[in-house]
């Protein structure tokens, strides 16, 4: 069983639509979740970072967290063809400023159709 | 712009050679990851360095290895190339050891034939 798994995708959602990114997770004891965007041919940067149980919302995007299923989601509103990108999924099992490696997710591609 | 930067862009190597990637972090950030990211797969994590010491490491052999200076620069060893360290080698640059909000740089594409 893999780390971090998300679903390669590509997941294809119209403009204006929510998309909606899930991630899987095998370590329960796992304690900090990010979700980062990697454009095509382009580094990966970070969206949101997520501790809690619950959601957490920052502009259009939404992470919603379930530690009891391990379970990790991204929500995207008013999808724009500008949000079409990679989204990788990766988790940490530390707390919050804790040192500890991050272990990343294969990544969902997700395409906004105009 | 991140602020981090990497070279060279593009590599191309024999299997068998040894290859130096280069990385220069954020001003004041001490701590630099580096990371291998393989056609499709996520970035995996290789080492970290922070304060120019190694502070964790993943599921890499020996022959891969890596130092920082004090100007904020390091530098990933790789000793004895094989097929499949063809891959993006992406650094990030964090103000503290958590990771918690690292900033990476625009990678080194690294082509072993």
């Given at each position: 069983q893999k780390e971090v798994e998300q679903n390669s995708g590509p997941l294809s959602v119209p403009e204006g639509a929510i998309a909606s990114l899930n991630c899987t997770y095998s370590d329960r004891g796992s304690q900090s979740f990010f979700w980062y965007r990697q454009y095509s041919g382009k580094s990966p940067e970070l969206i949101m970072f997520i501790y809690s149980n619950g959601d957490k919302e920052d502009g259009r995007f939404t992470a919603q967290l379930n530690k009891a299923s391990q379970y990790v989601?991204?929500?995207?509103?008013?999808?724009?063809?500008?949000?079409?990108a990679t989204y990788l999924c990766a988790v940490k099992k530390a707390p919050r400023n804790r040192d500890d490696k991050i272990i990343f997710g294969k990544g969902t591609r997700l395409h906004i159709l105009p | 712009e991140t602020g981090v930067t990497q070279s060279p862009t593009h590599l191309i190597k024999t299997r068998g050679q040894q290859v130096t990637l280069r990385c220069s972090s954020q001003s004041g950030h001490n701590t630099v990851s580096w990371y291998q990211q393989a056609l499709g797969q996520g970035p995996q994590f290789i080492f970290q360095y922070y304060r120019e010491e190694e502070n964790g490491r993943g599921?890499?052999?020996?022959?891969?290895?890596?130092?920082?200076?004090?100007?904020?620069?390091?530098e990933l060893n790789v000793n004895a190339l094989?097929?499949?360290?063809?891959?993006l080698y992406l650094c990030a640059s964090s103000l503290t050891n958590y990771q918690e909000t690292q900033y990476f740089g625009p990678g080194t594409r690294l082509l072993v034939l």
């Open positions: 989601s991204l929500l995207i509103r008013d999808s724009q063809p500008s949000d079409s | 599921n890499f052999p020996p022959r891969f290895s890596g130092l920082q200076f004090p100007n904020y620069s390091s094989e097929l499949d360290d063809s891959a």
